[in-house]
């Protein structure tokens, strides 16, 4: 059993920065590849981010691509998405999820964390 716990969400106008956060706890968290996926109002919940399980491979949602940076820490079990040069279409309520193996689709991950809320103002 993992459980996840996100933080770090807020109010930012657009062209700032913000860093999330992701507590796991659970001894196999750090066996886990990690992702961050993201929910606006009315819409899917979309892929923006994963890290495989030994930190060493990443990948993007085209649309964040260049802007967020994704990274853990397997010995704090924490898992970080920096977010630089926010726009308006970046609110959402961000979630992180653990899943088994590197993959883009939410049906792919086992556990998922509360949500923050990160809305960019323009």
């Known amino acids: 059993q993992v459980q996840l716990v996100e933080s770090g969400g807020g109010l930012v106008q657009a062209g700032g920065s913000l860093r999330l956060s992701c507590a796991g706890s659970g001894r196999t968290f750090s066996s886990y590849a990690m992702g961050w996926f993201r929910q606006a109002p009315g819409k899917e919940r979309e892929f923006v981010a994963v890290?495989?399980?030994?930190?060493?491979?990443?990948y993007y949602a085209d649309s964040v691509k260049g802007r967020f940076t994704i990274s853990r820490d397997r010995a704090k079990n924490m898992l970080y998405l920096q977010m630089n040069s926010l726009k308006p279409e970046d609110t959402a309520v961000y979630y992180c999820a653990a899943s088994r193996k590197v993959d883009y689709y939410p049906n792919a991950y086992d556990y998922w964390g509360q949500g923050t809320q990160v809305t960019v103002s323009s």
């Open positions: 890290v495989a399980w030994l930190g060493n491979s990443t």
